[in-house]
């Protein structure tokens, strides 16, 4: 585990259990009998759990679909990026020749993945709240600030990261009806990308309604990659 000892450090946690941090950095490229999708799974949970409990202490007065909206924008795949660069992650994961070759150090989803492998095998080993001294030691280096204004990332930006990422492409919206009067009008829009209709959502501007779908769209994308 000496090559490891870096990462520890800058996580501020040793492992007991070399088998637990191997296991967190090994992606399913190396064709192991283990690799890290079980713990990204756990890490993923304990991540959601920890994140919005600190923002519902933190912000007493925010109301719940804004703790919603804060939360979204950190508990996601590039919040995760984001950390798993603050630590220079992806110097330490396992993977194949072929991902080597294909730039994988430096993917989100392979990056992301790992972090939260890690959050997840930190919590087997030592429990929730050494996962959360953590994590939370993390979260706010890589934030100095967190609020709604300084944090809360455009749905519509987000989703075009990730499915440009993921599959190459831009997402397509479309407005299916606009309904109402002028001073109170009703617009619908539907998302579809690569052809596919990934949902569609209401609201009361054109660009209320993207945002919307955009968020909910990003919600079958994360189903999709669970």
């Not at 933190?58 to 950390?83: M, T």
């Amino acid at each position: 585990m000496k090559e490891l000892q870096k990462l520890e450090e800058r996580l501020g946690y040793t492992f007991q259990q070399e088998a637990l941090i191997l296991e967190a950095l090994t992606h399913k490229s190396c064709k192991k009998p283990y690799n890290n999708e079980r713990l990204e799974f756990l890490g993923d949970a304990v991540l959601d759990l920890i994140v919005g409990e600190y923002l519902f202490k933190k912000f007493p007065n925010v109301n719940e679909g804004d703790l919603s909206k804060l939360r979204a924008s950190l508990v996601n795949e590039k919040g995760f990026q984001k950390l798993a660069n603050s630590i220079n992650l992806g110097e330490y994961i396992y993977i194949s020749a072929a991902e080597e070759n294909n730039d994988g150090r430096t993917k989100s989803s392979i990056c992301s993945n790992a972090f939260e492998a890690l959050i997840g095998a930190i919590y087997l080993e030592s429990g929730l709240k050494k996962a959360e001294e953590v994590s939370l030691y993390l979260l706010e280096a890589a934030y100095p600030k967190i609020d709604l204004e300084s944090v809360f990332r455009d749905y519509k930006t987000t989703l075009q990261e990730i499915t440009q990422a993921r599959m190459g492409v831009t997402p397509e919206y479309i407005v299916i009806s606009a309904s109402g009067p002028d001073h109170k009008k009703e617009f619908e829009v539907m998302i579809k990308v690569a052809g596919r209709e990934l949902t569609t959502a209401k609201g009361s501007s054109k660009k209320v309604a993207h945002q919307e779908a955009a968020r909910l769209a990003l919600e079958v994308l994360k189903k999709d990659k669970d």
